[in-house]
């Protein structure tokens, strides 16, 4: 059973560039959520997608945005990037927004350093 | 009022050892508090979880406890091992908020051979 997968694992970008990462939740689980970490903390709420729609969004610019495709996979775009971007992303996905039983799986992350 | 504090900062114990991390949280609505163990380079995995309808949890070795009036909730790893050396974050939500997870700052633990 595969569980979130995550890519790239690492990616280096220039200040101002954009980018794009890609997630594909655990099997069976249709809500994703994306988190950003820097280093030494812990993970911050960026947004959750759930039906391919935007469900929820934390306190992150508009620079940040997402897309759910139907396979329940989805993609993070950041914009006009900033050396304060440099993090962890995070995916995590579950099963259904809202449900009180669910556990919520993370991916392994993608290291983005903004140069 | 969304924040989770989260102590100590770094701890470091003896093999067979007690780890305790605590965690404090001022949002009531909060009613779902999970601890995440990271190893460097990887994402965080589900340890233990707990809801406040019950005061402690137990799963192996690990332990929460919770205390609703307090609002605070602990982690005890027992018999800490020098595998279990990591990042431990607690975090907290709330039905309504999409599930989001609000996390503490970490606790870098490491147990000593």
């Known amino acids: 059973d595969a569980g979130v997968t995550q890519s790239p694992t690492h990616l280096i970008k220039t200040r101002g560039q954009q980018v794009t990462l890609r997630c594909s939740p655990k099997s069976g689980h249709d809500t994703v959520s994306w988190y950003q970490q820097a280093l030494g903390q812990g993970p911050q709420f960026i947004f959750q997608?759930?039906?391919?729609?935007?469900?929820q969004r934390g306190n992150f610019p508009d620079r940040f945005s997402g897309h759910q495709f139907p396979n329940y996979s989805s993609e993070l775009n950041v914009n006009a990037l900033l050396l304060g971007d440099s993090a962890l992303y995070l995916c995590?996905?579950?099963?259904?927004?809202?449900?009180?039983?669910?556990?919520?799986?993370f991916g392994e992350g993608s290291w983005l350093t903004v140069v | 009022q969304q924040q989770v504090k989260q102590s100590p900062q770094s701890l470091i114990v003896q093999k067979g050892g007690i780890s305790i991390i605590n965690c404090a949280y001022e949002?009531?609505?909060?009613?779902?508090f999970p601890w995440y163990q990271q190893f460097p380079g990887k994402g965080p995995a589900l340890l233990i979880a707990i809801r406040p309808d019950v005061s402690e949890k137990k799963e192996g070795r690990f332990t929460i406890s919770f205390n609703k009036s307090a609002k605070q909730f602990s982690l005890h790893i027992m018999d800490s091992q020098p595998g279990d050396s990591a990042t431990y974050f607690c975090?907290?939500?709330?039905?309504?908020?999409?599930?989001?997870?609000?996390f503490g700052s970490g606790t870098q633990l490491t147990v000593l051979p």
């Open positions: 997608y759930y039906e391919e729609e935007e469900r």
């Open positions: 995590a996905s579950s099963l259904g927004p809202l449900l009180r039983g669910n556990t919520i799986y």
């Open positions: 949002n009531t609505a909060f009613d779902y």
């Open positions: 975090a907290a939500s709330m039905y309504g908020s999409a599930r989001q997870l609000t």
